[in-house]
C-alpha cells in the first residue's frame, strides 16, 4: 500500500496502456465502442426493433440462412448471390408489353426477365410476386415460360392469380416438379432420380444421366423467363417480380426469418457492453459499500451480512434467474436488475470486508476519528479510496461474465423478448440446427463478438491487476 | 493541586475477548482505576514499558475507546459520556499524534487535503481560508518554502517530515489538550530531538496541555513537567519531573531509572539490579499490588491489597504500600 499510484487514474490508465495485453484490450474496446455508437446512430432502437421484428414479410428479397458474402474468399466456387427482377422498376433486363383485345376488355401483358446466371451453385430459392389490382373473379391467368440458355422453352405453370399479392414459390411448387419431371422423363427415358427438384430441372443441364443420378451441373448463362398473363379489365394492373435467391448474403449472413445478421451483431454490442459494465459497475460499488459497513460497524451487523452473504452464495444463481423469467414477464432491464441483485451479497462482499477489517486498524484512521470525523465520512473518503484500486481489476475482469450470463439466459430463451442481442442469434441459430445444417457462420458470429468482449474485458483486467498488484509483475 | 484543564477520575478501561461461541469471554483490564490532573500548558510524561497500558490510557482519555468505567472532566465538564455534536466539539479541543508517521496519513490524500480534512469537519472557514490555514500550520512545523510540500503525497516525505505534518495536523484546530504517543520512536536517532523540540516550543507558546507516551525516561525530563509511570493499567507514580528523577519512591520507578543506560566507564564495575520477572498478564492480573511478584520489598499486605496512593510529598503521589501510613 502506499505507492505513488494510488487515486490517480490517469497515470493508471497510462500504465495500463505500457502493457501489451492492455493495449490489447483498450483497441478491442475502443472498437467495441465505436461499433455501438455506429450501430445506435445507423440503426435507432425503434428502427432495430422493427427490423427485428418485422418477420419475413420486411425481407422477402433476402435468401434464407444465406452465408456471408465473404465466405466466397474461401471458395473456390462462384457462389450465387440473389438476383431480382421487378416490372415495375426500369431495367435492361426487363420489358413489359401490353396488348389490348379490342371489344373484349380484356388485355394481355407479357412481361420477360432476362438475367445472366454465372454461378457454380444452384440458387437457394425462386420466387415470383405478382401485383394486380383486380377485383371479383377477373382474376389474371398466368402463363410462365422458361427460357434456358441453350434456347430450351419451357412452360413451367399456368397460374390463376388467387389474389391481388399472389406469390409463386416456384422452387417448392410440387405441380412444377411434376410438369417439368413429366416433360424430362419423356424425352430422357430413364429411371428419374428421387431427388429432383423444381431448381435442378431449371438450372442444371439436364440429361439422361443426371436425371438418373440427381446431380447436375449448373447451366450458365442468359435465361429468360417469360410471364404471359391474360388480365381481365382494361385498367386492371400487372406487375411481377421474380427472385433468385442466392446462397450468400451481406456481410454477416441471414438467418431462417431472412434477417440480416449484422442488425443483431452490431445491436448485440452495445446491449452487451452497456449490460456488463452497467452490472460489473453497480455490483462492484454496492458490494464495496456492503462490505465495508460490514467491517467496519462489525457486530451483529456484521454477522447479519455475512449470515446473508454466505447463504446467498449456496443459493444457484440460474436456477433463479430462469424461474424469475418465466414467471415475471422481463425486459432487459428487470433482467439486469435481478442479476444485480443476486450478486450483490455474493464473493467480493467477502474479501473486501478482509481488506476492510485490515484497514479499520490502520493509524490514519484512528487519527481521522481523533479529529472528528464521522463514520459515514471515514467509509466514504478513508477506507473506500484505500481499497479501490485493488478492487478495480476484479470490476473489469468481471464484465465478461455479466456478458456471457446475459447471452445465455437469451440463449436459454429467457432474455428480453424485443432487443436484437448475440444470445438470440445463437438461440435461433440453435433451434434451427445451424451447426447440424453446416451453418456454422450463424454461431459463429455471435461466439466471435462475445469472444472479442471478453478478450478485451479480460486484457484490460490483467493489465489493470498487474499495476495494483506490483508482484504479479514480469520480471 | 489546582483545577486542572483534564481531570481523569479512576477511569477504567477493560476489553472483552471473545474466545468462541461457548467459552466465555475474557477480561484485560489495560487501564484500572487510573486517577489524575493536568494542568493548562503543562506537559506530562506517560511513562511504563510496552503492553503497561499506556497507549490505551492515552486514546481512552482522547475519547477513541469508550471507557468502561470513570469520568473524564476536560474544562469542568464531564466529557465521559458526550454524544454527537458535543463529541465534536471535545474532538476539536483535542489532538493526537502516533507513533507511526506513515501509518497516520491516508496515502491517497495531498498534506494539504490531509491538514485540510480537519477543518473541513469542523465546518472551519471558507475554501480559501482554509489553505491559508493549511499553510500557517505547515510554517509553523517549519516544513518551508510551503508550496514545495502542500502538493505532495505522504509517501514523498520523510518519516520527520511526516511527523512534522502529524503535529500540524494535531494542532490545526488549536486544541488545548493534546496526546502525543510515542511520536518519535519510529523515527530517526537524528530527528527525534528536533521534533521533541519543536512540540515542545509549540506546546509552551500555546499553552497546550500535553500527554506525551513514551518508555524513554532520558527524553522525558527536557519536554515536561510531570512524570507518570505506568505498571500493569496503574499509574503507579505521579511526579514533577525533577523530583521523580531525583527521589523516585516506587521500587518499580526505581528499577526503571536505574536501568537506563549511563555512559560511564565506572558502570561495568556496578551491579545493576533488576527487578526479575515479567510484567503480569492483563487478563488475569495478581490480587493486590500488581507489582508484588517483582518487588524486592514485598509484604504479606502487597499480595492481598491494592495498595492506597499516598502523597509523600507535595505533588509527589504513590501507590505503594511503603508508604501508606500504618
Not at chain 2, 172 to 181: E, R, Y
Amino acid at each position: 500500500m502506499g505507492s505513488a499510484r494510488e487515486g490517480k487514474v490517469k497515470s493508471i490508465v497510462r500504465e495500463a496502456l505500457s502493457y501489451k495485453s492492455g493495449a490489447a484490450g483498450v483497441g478491442i474496446l475502443i472498437f467495441l465502442a465505436a461499433l455501438s455508437i455506429y450501430a445506435v446512430i445507423a440503426i435507432p432502437y425503434d428502427e432495430a426493433i422493427r427490423m427485428w421484428r418485422g418477420q419475413e414479410a420486411m425481407w422477402l428479397d433476402n435468401p434464407r440462412t444465406a452465408a456471408p458474402e465473404w465466405i466466397q474468399f474461401f471458395s473456390v466456387k462462384k457462389l450465387p448471390k440473389t438476383i431480382v427482377l421487378d416490372s415495375r422498376t426500369r431495367s435492361p433486363y426487363v420489358s413489359k408489353a401490353e396488348v389490348e383485345m379490342p371489344g373484349l376488355n380484356m388485355k394481355k401483358v407479357i412481361i420477360e426477365f432476362r438475367f445472366v446466371y454465372d454461378f457454380d451453385e444452384l440458387p437457394s430459392e425462386l420466387n415470383i410476386f405478382f401485383f394486380s389490382n383486380f377485383s371479383g373473379a377477373g382474376a389474371p391467368l398466368v402463363t410462365i415460360n422458361w427460357v434456358k440458355p441453350s434456347a430450351e422453352t419451357i412452360t413451367m405453370a399456368k397460374y390463376g392469380l388467387r389474389a391481388p399479392d399472389d406469390r409463386l414459390y416456384v422452387s417448392i411448387s410440387d405441380s412444377i416438379l411434376r410438369t417439368l419431371t413429366n416433360l424430362y422423363s419423356e424425352k430422357y427415358p430413364v429411371n428419374t432420380s428421387e431427388r429432383l427438384t423444381v431448381l435442378k430441372l431449371l438450372f442444371g443441364k439436364v440429361d439422361g444421366a443426371s436425371l438418373e443420378s440427381g446431380e447436375f451441373e449448373v447451366e450458365k448463362g442468359t435465361y429468360r423467363l417469360i410471364l404471359e398473363a391474360l388480365v381481365f379489365g382494361v385498367q386492371t394492373s400487372f406487375d411481377a417480380k421474380a427472385v433468385v435467391y442466392g446462397t450468400i448474403h451481406g456481410p454477416a449472413g441471414t438467418d431462417h426469418l431472412r434477417r440480416p445478421l449484422e442488425i443483431a451483431l452490431l445491436w448485440g454490442t452495445p446491449i452487451a457492453l452497456a449490460f456488463g459494465l452497467t452490472a460489473s459497475l453497480l455490483t462492484t460499488f454496492i458490494q464495496l459499500v456492503i462490505a465495508t459497513v460490514s467491517g467496519w460497524y462489525g457486530g451483529w451487523v456484521d454477522s447479519l451480512i455475512q449470515r446473508i452473504t454466505e447463504v446467498n452464495m449456496v443459493l444457484p444463481f440460474l436456477p433463479f434467474l430462469i424461474m424469475i423469467s418465466v414467471f415475471y414477464k422481463v425486459d432487459i432491464w428487470v433482467i439486469l436488475a435481478v442479476v444485480i441483485a443476486l450478486s450483490i451479497f455474493g464473493g467480493g462482499i467477502k474479501s473486501t470486508r478482509a481488506l476492510v477489517m485490515q484497514i479499520k486498524e490502520y493509524p490514519y484512521i484512528e487519527a481521522a476519528r481523533a479529529y472528528g470525523a464521522s463514520d459515514f465520512r471515514v467509509i466514504l473518503l478513508y477506507i473506500i479510496p484505500k481499497i479501490l484500486p485493488p478492487v478495480i481489476p476484479g470490476l473489469v475482469s468481471a464484465v465478461p461474465g455479466y456478458v456471457f450470463l446475459e447471452a445465455a439466459l437469451a440463449f436459454l430463451g429467457l432474455g428480453d423478448p424485443f432487443l436484437p442481442t448475440w444470445g438470440k442469434i445463437l438461440n435461433d441459430a440453435n433451434t434451427n440446427g445451424a451447426l447440424y445444417r453446416g451453418l456454422y457462420y450463424w454461431v459463429l458470429e455471435p461466439a466471435a463478438m462475445l469472444m472479442l468482449t471478453s478478450f478485451a474485458f479480460a486484457f484490460l483486467g490483467f493489465a489493470l491487476d498487474k499495476i495494483v498488484n506490483p508482484r504479479l509483475r514480469e520480471m | 493541586m489546582e483545577e486542572g484543564v483534564l481531570r481523569v477520575e479512576n477511569l477504567s478501561k477493560w476489553f472483552t475477548i471473545r474466545r468462541g461461541l461457548l467459552a466465555p469471554p475474557l477480561t484485560l483490564r489495560a487501564v484500572d482505576n487510573v486517577s489524575f490532573e493536568l494542568r493548562r500548558g503543562e506537559a506530562v510524561s506517560l511513562v511504563g514499558e510496552s503492553g503497561s497500558g499506556k497507549t490505551t490510557l492515552g486514546k481512552t482519555v482522547l475519547r477513541l475507546y469508550e471507557p468502561t468505567s470513570g469520568r473524564i472532566l476536560f474544562k469542568g465538564r464531564d466529557v465521559t459520556n458526550l454524544k454527537g455534536k458535543e463529541l465534536l466539539w471535545y474532538k476539536r479541543e483535542t489532538g493526537l499524534v502516533q507513533q507511526d508517521p506513515y501509518g497516520a496519513m491516508p496515502s491517497f490524500m495531498t498534506i494539504s487535503r490531509i491538514l485540510e480534512e480537519p477543518l473541513i469537519i469542523h465546518k472551519i472557514g471558507t475554501a480559501e481560508e482554509r489553505k491559508e490555514a493549511v499553510f500557517k500550520a505547515l510554517e509553523d512545523v517549519r516544513l518551508t518554502p510551503v508550496e514545495d510540500f502542500a502538493f505532495k503525497y505522504p509517501h514523498m516525505l520523510s518519516g520527520g517530515q511526516l511527523q512534522r505534518v502529524a503535529i500540524a495536523r494535531a494542532l490545526i484546530l488549536g486544541p488545548s489538550f493534546v496526546v502525543a504517543d510515542e511520536p518519535v520512536s519510529m523515527l530517526d536517532a537524528s530527528v527525534r530531538i528536533e521534533i521533541l523540540t519543536l512540540m515542545r516550543e509549540l506546546q509552551e507558546k500555546r499553552g497546550i496541555s500535553f500527554i506525551y507516551i513514551t518508555h524513554d525516561l532520558s527524553t522525558t525530563r527536557y519536554f515536561s513537567e510531570w512524570i507518570f509511570i505506568m505498571y500493569a493499567g496503574h499509574l503507579v507514580e505521579k511526579a514533577p519531573t525533577k523530583e521523580l528523577i531525583r527521589e523516585p519512591q516506587h521500587p518499580y520507578t526505581q528499577a526503571l531509572l536505574a536501568a537506563i543506560p549511563d555512559p560511564d566507564p565506572e558502570n561495568r564495575k556496578r551491579y545493576r539490579e533488576v527487578p526479575p520477572g515479567e510484567p503480569p498478564s492483563l487478563i488475569n492480573p495478581p490480587p493486590g499490588c500488581r507489582f508484588h511478584p517483582r518487588c524486592p520489598y514485598v509484604m504479606d499486605v502487597c499480595r492481598s491489597e491494592e495498595p492506597p496512593v499516598v502523597e509523600v510529598k507535595p505533588g509527589h503521589y504513590v501507590k505503594c504500600w511503603l508508604y501508606a501510613k500504618k
